[in-house]
């Protein structure tokens, strides 16, 4: 039996978190994008759900996720077959894929932008990437969010200055099909993890992370939030999921990933 | 047939006002000679399509773009590319904001001869309602409305490959071919710039005939340019140029484009490349870690 953790920091608390997002998914391509959803995804796959499939983040999917960083000059990653760009639309577009990702801006449909904020669309006050994949990742397969500052400017009022991916939003919905086809699955933050299950597609609350308050959580977010009677505290790492997390990211990017790296539980 | 050209004389076949598809992913496998070309050259307003990175940061901040069909700018390790965003912040540029798949459904749609190809991608999102020309439709075959993706049908497209001949077999020896195959099928001209121009027989070994993504029939023109993708990666070649991304980034907040053109353009790509090292410091750039 693994031993739940005592000593552990808020990043590592909210890669697990984010880890059951791919918990019950089968055999899925998990992408995470950036440090801490990807290693939450590897460490799915090392654990709970090792049906997952993972690319190298370049052009090969893995029968084993590749640490993160530089690696070993005879590091032989487990190739399983060729993975490029073009291979990864057919696989969006067949529904088998459950990516997390960071956006700019998540409104209270679910909707995100990763575009242009403010101003008009012709002159942004801020551009961003664009639209990248988001819209076509939201209408063909399941979704999950990571915010490492949540803030009012992230889950901010309002709809968001441009719709880069589909949420439940009745509005938009296009002809012909249901809200229910959205899939929103978690939303993990520094200070929560949520997801879309309240009443009509409401934002919930699923817990809170050690000594963080629903009033904090509540005052960070721009729009109601729908609180169940019983919320409880974010799972700790066991001890074995810290040493897979370190054999993840040995060079422990996920220290940068969060601002001021704090622990897990507060002090 | 002999598709041998200069950098010069391939890039003055494009005209003001046409459409160019780039190939490569943002800082990937770009063909930055031949964007440099269109620095140096007089042509305007063109529309470009890409998975763009500096070729496109570069190509607003010249006044070259009229209008770019994008789904991103990025040179990935920074992840804002600084004059892409000056040239939408300022509203300098008409732009066609679609989804990445959209951009390859456009262009297998005009590598096809098709008007379009229907997807999902893109429903309740606003790359279709700001672009009025991207049209909902209904399907024959069911209830639901459809995106009925237009082709992207491109006057000329540029590519850089590792290894060509004269007769515009093209070498993709690196990882991943990105969507070049489908820039170069969706092109009435495509100009591909190569590391090393090789002979004929290169290709006997199937293995490496199985790193040829197009025939050459989808390849007009061949200009060998060693080193030709720099700053961007030409993987297995060369990595990309962080320090050299960086410089490029900062001219954004100090001094401008024309700065970064002065110090590195030259005339040519010999002086472009002793401005930056040469071609054997472009060849010892390290392979990125992903």
């Known amino acids: 039996m693994s031993t739940v953790a005592t000593d552990y920091t808020l990043a590592e608390l909210c890669i697990v978190a984010a880890a059951e997002a791919f918990r019950h998914d089968g055999e899925v391509l998990a992408t995470g994008i950036g440090v801490i959803p990807r290693l939450a995804a590897s460490l799915a796959m090392k654990t709970f759900n090792p049906d997952l499939m993972m690319t190298d983040s370049e052009a090969f999917l893995l029968s084993e996720p590749n640490p993160i960083g530089k690696r070993p000059a005879d590091f032989q990653q487990a190739n399983e077959t060729w993975m490029g760009f073009s291979r990864i639309f057919d696989n969006v577009w067949s529904g088998k894929r459950h990516a997390m990702l960071g956006p700019t801006q998540i409104d209270r449909f679910g909707q995100t932008n990763t575009s242009a904020l403010g101003g008009t669309y012709q002159q942004p006050k801020v551009m961003m990437l664009g639209a990248r994949g988001f819209p076509g990742n939201s209408i063909c397969h399941a979704n999950s969010f990571f915010v490492p500052g949540h803030n009012t400017r992230i889950f901010m009022d309002g709809e968001c200055d441009f719709v880069s991916s589909i949420g439940y939003n009745p509005a938009r919905l296009p002809r012909g099909r249901s809200l229910d086809d959205v899939d929103i699955r978690r939303v993990v933050t520094n200070l929560c993890v949520m997801d879309f299950g309240g009443p009509e597609h409401q934002i ?64 | ?30 063909p930055m000679a031949l964007v440099r070309e269109i620095l140096r050259s007089d042509v305007k307003d063109l529309t470009v399509v890409a998975y763009g990175g500096a070729d496109v940061g570069m190509l607003c901040a010249a006044g070259k773009v009229k209008k770019l069909v994008f789904a991103f700018v990025s040179l990935d390790f920074i992840p804002l590319e600084p004059y892409f965003r000056q040239a939408r912040q300022s509203g300098a540029i008409e732009v066609m904001e679609v989804d990445e798949g959209m951009m390859l459904l ?11 190809i229907p997807t999902a991608v893109g429903l309740g999102t ?61 092109a009435k001209n495509t100009i591909v710039s190569c590391d090393e121009l090789v002979d004929t027989s290169f290709f006997a070994d199937p293995a490496r005939a199985r790193e040829v993504f197009w025939e050459r029939a989808a390849t007009s023109a061949i200009v060998e340019i060693p080193g030709g993708a720099h700053p961007t990666s030409c993987n297995p070649l060369y990595g990309f140029d962080v320090a050299h991304f960086k410089a490029y980034n900062a001219s954004a907040k100090d001094g401008g484009i024309a700065g970064y053109l002065e110090k590195y353009l030259g005339a040519d790509e010999a002086e472009y490349q002793r401005n930056v090292g040469g071609l054997d410091a472009i060849r010892a750039i390290a392979l990125p870690t992903y």
């Open chain 2, 126 to 186: 606003d790359v279709i309602n700001q672009n009025p020309d991207i049209k909902l439709i209904d399907s024959p075959y069911d209830d639901k409305e459809w995106v009925a993706m237009p082709a992207l049908n491109l006057d000329v497209s540029l590519i850089h490959v590792d290894r060509a001949d004269f007769r515009g077999v093209c070498q993709i020896a690196g990882p991943d071919h990105y969507l070049d195959d489908w820039f170069a099928r969706a």
């Open chain 2, 106 to 116: 456009g262009l297998r749609a005009a590598a096809w001869g098709l008007p379009f």
């Open chain 2, 1 to 30: 047939m002999d598709k041998r050209l200069s950098a010069r004389d391939a890039v003055a076949q494009i005209e003001d006002g046409m459409t160019v598809g780039i190939g490569g992913w943002g800082p990937r496998r770009k």
């Open chain 1, 204 to 267: 919930r609350l699923l817990s809170l992370h050690p000594g963080v308050t629903l009033e904090e959580v509540q005052d960070n977010t721009g729009y109601p939030i729908a609180v169940p009677a019983d919320v409880p505290t974010t799972p700790a790492p066991t001890d074995e999921q810290l040493a897979i997390i370190a054999g993840l990211d040995p060079h422990n990017q996920r220290a940068a990933q969060i601002a001021d790296n704090p622990p897990g539980i507060r002090a």
